[in-house]
């Protein structure tokens, strides 16, 4: 079983940039497919970015060109670096994993919060 452990989250203005890391455990990252995940209040969750099978990143439309997923292998880890950030970007983000084999990422984190003000 994967399990993932979520840091990076806290509150910034608009504009500014965050990077969330999240530490992967009993798996190589390497070898897994991966995503980050958030749910705001009152909104239902949200995919942000994922790297499938093939290793090619995928993002939402709603963070192209601000947000960047990464995997360090060395390290075990996924990140997800935010740039340009935005209020309606609020919300817990999660990061989530599985083999690839499997159609969803089964495996997720605790979350962490981002608070984006205006």
């Known amino acids: 079983q994967v399990q993932l452990m979520e840091s990076g989250g806290g509150s910034v203005q608009a504009g500014g940039s965050l990077t969330l890391s999240c530490e992967v455990s009993?798996?190589?990252?390497?070898?897994?497919?991966v995503g980050w995940f958030r749910q705001a209040p009152g909104k239902e969750r949200e995919g942000v970015a994922h790297i499938g099978g093939d290793g090619r990143p995928k993002y939402a439309d709603s963070v192209l060109g601000r947000f960047t997923i990464s995997k360090d292998n060395a390290k075990n880890t996924l990140s997800l670096q935010m740039n340009s950030l935005k209020p309606e970007d609020t919300g817990i983000y999660y990061c989530?994993?599985?083999?690839?084999?499997?159609?969803?990422?089964?495996?997720r984190g605790q979350g962490t919060q981002v608070t984006v003000s205006s």
């Open positions: 989530a994993a599985d083999t690839c084999a499997q159609k969803d990422l089964r495996y």
């Open positions: 009993r798996f190589p990252v390497s070898v897994l497919c």
